[in-house]
């Protein structure tokens, strides 16, 4: 069934889609359709006019900058809230220039390598990331330089590593006061006055290079009489090898090694120590609240300087806590303590505001089985009240205002009838009174505030609404000025449909699992098509599209002659704290059971969505569950392209696996794992992998070719040299069609060995 919206301006009309449908080809799978399929990108590129992707404040003034698309590429502009004026940013010709010489290429002024930027020195410069590399741009003589400005290191203690060690911090440490200044030296804490030409006097001794204090963890209290810093015991550090095959410039292959932490791995473990410094003593810090620690935060210090704070996450993410230190005896107390006997979501449903020096604290919960905000009284460590409430999903805080006891905040779910997954914008008091939604209109929506918070620059759209950008007041959620109504009729000209949001029942038979249907352009309602799953199951988020978008890679399956899906199953996020909670120590569930109703309530609607011919694809977690439909459920999965596959989770990062599988490592692990349960496969299988990729080990993918040879298993594997974490590239899209087109189609892709080949469209890579 499609979901019902009660407010729809700037529909997609029924005459418009009429009007764009293309002709009927031959039969599927045909040079046609592959033409077709491969010329898509060109076909769609700059059809979509005036539509707003990106948006951010101007610190301290009520000015917003944006970037929208033009006839020729895209347009960084700044708009006053309170004068109405609209302006160009900056000049994206000289820019342009500017960023050419610094990057020793050609950069387009209609193409700028960049999607968001800030302004700094008075709006005279802006600051910018072109990839690994920030920059500092001038916009008087048109400059650009790197720089290291605003960037810092973690000064927390745990984790995981990965890539390589942190150079070790050698810069010296000012107190407030300026009095003194620290420093590690020989992994000790070295203090030395400022006025004293001295090599300082030692605070401690007992550091070693087996247990030293680190530097970059240090900090000062405010009133400059004591440190706080951590003495860190190293994990294991794990490296994982790599041989690339075909390096650039070079015929011998090359060794490369890069650190990179598994599950079940020997982790950093840091023990905080406060110094007096003054008085040259040490205060040891009572440990008992806070051992075997995945993590904890950086040190920080109260406004009184009396205590300091931080917080540990308990290995296994099932307890998750806000300590503080007595500074004068070391004695700790545990001011908030969340627990969840399944995990505790730090990654993403994690806030804290801290008000009055601590006395109140705002923590995210999902204790009720929904995620939403509690008032804490930081004295005593109770609850003083519960902020927001209800069967929604509280997505984040966009600010506090302590003076007003006001809280902005953003979430999903609180409208009945509509989508759960739209994002809508939100105002409530500290006590739970005087709830005020500031969005009114049902679709996905994202706010960007003034820094006073007095206006809001709202962009919004649904994948059958182009988007729509606006200035409002935030005091009463009326509107200042539209800024721009996406003009899509180009792309519908094309033959181009959107995709078809679709819901059904999931296993319990009560819940909602949504999705989108997506249909080739030469659609024919008499004929028979076989559906493809585009799969991305990782439990940190919700990915059926939710925006407006051509869906360039499920689109250009879809020519080839398929009905091409998205579905978010249970154990996504983003909904119920129990709909998520299916993942936990199961991610070989991957909602595939919800998966699979969902595909057949959509056959019993459509006589055309054929379910005898499904076939699923995906890429790092969706590539471990792309193989699972096969292992796990091949009386309905036929054929599986897996790029990337995380396929053995004990193999994969640590911090991505423990969260969701647990620790110890239990039996779980190998009960999801493609590698133990290789022995299954039935279907069509194509394994992808980069052998270069530093998000997933590329040896997890060759341990399950390892194992299919041994259960003399048929399949196919594509290595690509050289590559990263990747679903292929131009030829991995060429692998994956060809590989559908022959397994479900029937038919020979076309013979590329006897014809040049052209560009295709990418496929959506996942982290």
Same mark, same amino acid.
């Given at each position: 069934?499609?979901?019902?919206?009660?407010?729809?301006?700037?529909?997609?009309?029924?005459?418009?889609?009429?009007?764009?449908?293309?002709?009927?080809?031959?039969? @599927?799978?045909?040079?046609?359709?592959?033409?077709?399929?491969?010329?898509?990108?060109?076909?769609?590129?700059?059809?979509?006019?005036?539509?707003?992707? @990106?948006?951010?404040?101007?610190?301290?003034?009520?000015?917003?900058?944006?970037?929208?698309?033009?006839?020729?590429?895209?347009?960084?502009?700044?708009?006053?809230?309170?004068?109405?004026?609209?302006?160009?940013?900056?000049?994206?010709?000289?820019?342009?220039?500017?960023?050419?010489?610094?990057?020793?290429?050609?950069?387009?002024?209609?193409?700028?390598?960049?999607?968001?930027?800030?302004?700094?020195?008075?709006?005279?410069?802006?600051?910018?990331?072109?990839?690994?590399?920030?920059?500092?741009?001038?916009?008087?003589?048109?400059?650009?330089?790197?720089?290291?400005?605003?960037?810092?290191?973690?000064?927390?203690?745990?984790?995981?590593?990965?890539?390589?060690?942190?150079?070790?911090?050698?810069?010296?440490?000012?107190?407030?006061?300026?009095?003194?200044?620290?420093?590690?030296?020989?992994?000790?804490?070295?203090?030395?006055?400022?006025?004293?030409?001295?090599?300082?006097?030692?605070?401690?001794?007992?550091?070693?290079?087996?247990?030293?204090?680190?530097?970059?963890?240090?900090?000062?209290?405010?009133?400059?009489?004591?440190?706080?810093?951590?003495?860190?015991?190293?994990?294991?550090?794990?490296?994982?090898?790599?041989?690339?095959?075909?390096?650039?410039?070079?015929?011998?292959?090359?060794?490369?090694?890069?650190?990179?932490?598994?599950?079940?791995?020997?982790?950093?473990?840091?023990?905080?120590?406060?110094?007096?410094?003054?008085?040259?003593?040490?205060?040891?810090?009572?440990?008992?609240?806070?051992?075997?620690?995945?993590?904890?935060?950086?040190?920080?210090?109260?406004?009184?300087?009396?205590?300091?704070?931080?917080?540990?996450?308990?290995?296994?993410?099932?307890?998750?806590?806000?300590?503080?230190?007595?500074?004068?005896?070391?004695?700790?107390?545990?001011?908030?303590?969340?627990?969840?006997?399944?995990?505790?979501?730090?990654?993403?449903?994690?806030?804290?505001?801290?008000?009055?020096?601590?006395?109140?604290?705002?923590?995210?919960?999902?204790?009720?089985?929904?995620?939403?905000?509690?008032?804490?009284?930081?004295?005593?460590?109770?609850?003083?009240?519960?902020?927001?409430?209800?069967?929604?999903?509280?997505?984040?805080?966009?600010?506090?205002?302590?003076?007003?006891?006001?809280?902005?905040?953003?979430?999903?779910?609180?409208?009945?009838?509509?989508?759960?997954?739209?994002?809508?914008?939100?105002?409530?008091?500290?006590?739970?009174?005087?709830?005020?939604?500031?969005?009114?209109?049902?679709?996905?929506?994202?706010?960007?505030?003034?820094?006073?918070?007095?206006?809001?620059?709202?962009?919004?759209?649904?994948?059958?609404?182009?988007?729509?950008?606006?200035?409002?007041?935030?005091?009463?959620?009326?509107?200042?000025?539209?800024?721009?109504?996406?003009?899509?009729?180009?792309?519908?000209?094309?033959?181009?449909?959107?995709?078809?949001?679709?819901?059904?029942?999931?296993?319990?038979?009560?819940?909602?699992?949504?999705?989108?249907?997506?249909?080739?352009?030469?659609?024919?309602?008499?004929?028979?098509?076989?559906?493809?799953?585009?799969?991305?199951?990782?439990?940190?988020?919700?990915?059926?599209?939710?925006?407006?978008?051509?869906?360039?890679?499920?689109?250009?399956?879809?020519?080839?002659?398929?009905?091409?899906?998205?579905?978010?199953?249970?154990?996504?996020?983003?909904?119920?704290?129990?709909?998520?909670?299916?993942?936990?120590?199961?991610?070989?569930?991957?909602?595939?059971?919800?998966?699979?109703?969902?595909?057949?309530?959509?056959?019993?609607?459509?006589?055309?969505?054929?379910?005898?011919?499904?076939?699923?694809?995906?890429?790092?977690?969706?590539?471990?569950?792309?193989?699972?439909?096969?292992?796990?459920?091949?009386?309905?999965?036929?054929?599986?392209?897996?790029?990337?596959?995380?396929?053995?989770?004990?193999?994969?990062?640590?911090?991505?696996?423990?969260?969701?599988?647990?620790?110890?490592?239990?039996?779980?692990?190998?009960?999801?794992?493609?590698?133990?349960?290789?022995?299954?496969?039935?279907?069509?299988?194509?394994?992808?992998?980069?052998?270069?990729?530093?998000?997933?080990?590329?040896?997890?993918?060759?341990?399950?070719?390892?194992?299919?040879?041994?259960?003399?298993?048929?399949?196919?594997?594509?290595?690509?040299?050289?590559?990263?974490?990747?679903?292929?590239?131009?030829?991995?899209?060429?692998?994956?069609?060809?590989?559908?087109?022959?397994?479900?189609?029937?038919?020979?892709?076309?013979?590329?060995?006897?014809?040049?080949?052209?560009?295709?469209?990418?496929?959506?890579?996942?982290?």
């Amino acid at each position: 069934m499609r979901p019902a919206h009660s407010r729809r301006p700037l529909l997609l009309s029924a005459a418009f889609l009429l009007a764009a449908q293309a002709p009927m080809v031959g039969a @599927q799978g045909t040079a046609a359709d592959y033409a077709r399929a491969e010329g898509l990108r060109a076909r769609y590129r700059g059809l979509v006019l005036d539509a707003v992707d @990106q948006a951010g404040a101007i610190d301290s003034t009520p000015r917003f900058w944006y970037r929208t698309s033009t006839p020729r590429g895209t347009a960084f502009m700044v708009v006053d809230a309170e004068s109405r004026e609209k302006r160009p940013a900056f000049d994206q010709q000289r820019l342009a220039g500017a960023l050419s010489a610094v990057l020793h290429r050609p950069v387009a002024a209609d193409s700028l390598p960049f999607n968001t930027f800030d302004f700094a020195k008075g709006e005279q410069a802006i600051t910018l990331w072109v990839g690994p590399t920030r920059l500092r741009c001038s916009l008087d003589a048109y400059t650009c330089a790197p720089t290291t400005a605003g960037r810092r290191l973690d000064a927390g203690v745990g984790g995981a590593l990965y890539g390589s060690l942190p150079a070790e911090d050698t810069t010296e440490r000012p107190s407030p006061d300026g009095r003194w200044v620290a420093r590690v030296r020989n992994h000790n804490v070295l203090v030395r006055s400022t006025s004293d030409a001295g090599p300082g006097v030692y605070l401690s001794t007992d550091g070693s290079e087996g247990a030293p204090y680190r530097l970059r963890t240090l900090v000062w209290s405010p009133d400059s009489r004591r440190i706080a810093v951590y003495r860190v015991v190293p994990g294991y550090p794990r490296e994982v090898h790599y041989v690339r095959s075909s390096p650039e410039g070079q015929l011998q292959p090359e060794h490369v090694t890069r650190l990179y932490s598994k599950p079940g791995d020997l982790l950093d473990r840091g023990t905080p120590v406060i110094f007096d410094v003054p008085a040259r003593r040490t205060v040891t810090v009572n440990d008992s609240s806070f051992a075997g620690a995945y993590a904890i935060s950086p040190l920080e210090w109260r406004r009184d300087g009396r205590t300091v704070t931080f917080e540990y996450n308990q290995r296994g993410h099932q307890a998750y806590r806000v300590i503080e230190v007595d500074a004068a005896t070391g004695n700790t107390r545990v001011v908030i303590d969340e627990r969840s006997p399944t995990f505790f979501e730090y990654s993403a449903k994690k806030y804290r505001r801290d008000l009055a020096d601590g006395r109140e604290i705002i923590w995210m919960s999902e204790r009720d089985g929904w995620n939403h905000l509690y008032l804490y009284d930081g004295v005593t460590g109770r609850v003083k009240n519960q902020i927001t409430r209800g069967s929604w999903v509280v997505r984040g805080v966009d600010g506090v205002d302590s003076a007003t006891r006001q809280v902005w905040f953003h979430a999903s779910g609180m409208e009945r009838g509509v989508d759960p997954y739209f994002v809508q914008y939100y105002r409530i008091g500290m006590d739970g009174t005087g709830l005020t939604r500031l969005t009114t209109v049902d679709a996905m929506h994202t706010v960007t505030y003034s820094s006073d918070m007095r206006y809001y620059l709202d962009r919004w759209s649904r994948v059958d609404l182009p988007p729509v950008a606006e200035l409002h007041r935030t005091s009463d959620g009326s509107l200042v000025m539209p800024l721009a109504r996406a003009d899509a009729s180009g792309l519908l000209a094309t033959g181009w449909k959107p995709p078809e949001p679709f819901v059904a029942k999931g296993r319990d038979g009560k819940t909602d699992i949504w999705g989108v249907i997506i249909r080739p352009s030469s659609f024919d309602p008499a004929r028979h098509y076989p559906v493809v799953e585009n799969i991305y199951a990782g439990p940190h988020d919700s990915f059926v599209p939710k925006t407006f978008s051509t869906q360039l890679g499920m689109q250009a399956i879809a020519e080839l002659g398929f009905i091409v899906v998205q579905i978010d199953g249970m154990g996504t996020s983003n909904r119920s704290k129990a709909f998520h909670d299916v993942t936990f120590r199961n991610l070989g569930d991957a909602g595939l059971p919800d998966r699979i109703l969902w595909h057949k309530a959509v056959a019993a609607q459509h006589p055309w969505y054929d379910i005898s011919r499904v076939g699923i694809y995906g890429t790092s977690a969706g590539g471990q569950s792309s193989t699972g439909a096969l292992l796990f459920h091949p009386e309905f999965y036929r054929v599986a392209v897996s790029s990337a596959g995380s396929h053995d989770n004990r193999m994969d990062k640590l911090w991505w696996n423990e969260q969701w599988m647990g620790w110890p490592i239990g039996p779980e692990y190998a009960a999801a794992s493609n590698v133990d349960n290789a022995w299954r496969l039935q279907g069509k299988l194509l394994l992808l992998v980069g052998e270069m990729d530093t998000n997933v080990d590329p040896s997890t993918t060759m341990q399950v070719v390892n194992a299919l040879i041994k259960a003399r298993k048929t399949f196919d594997l594509l290595v690509i040299p050289g590559a990263d974490h990747t679903s292929g590239g131009d030829y991995g899209d060429l692998k994956r069609w060809d590989f559908l087109v022959h397994n479900l189609l029937g038919v020979e892709p076309p013979d590329r060995n006897a014809m040049p080949v052209a560009g295709t469209v990418g496929a959506e890579d996942h982290r």
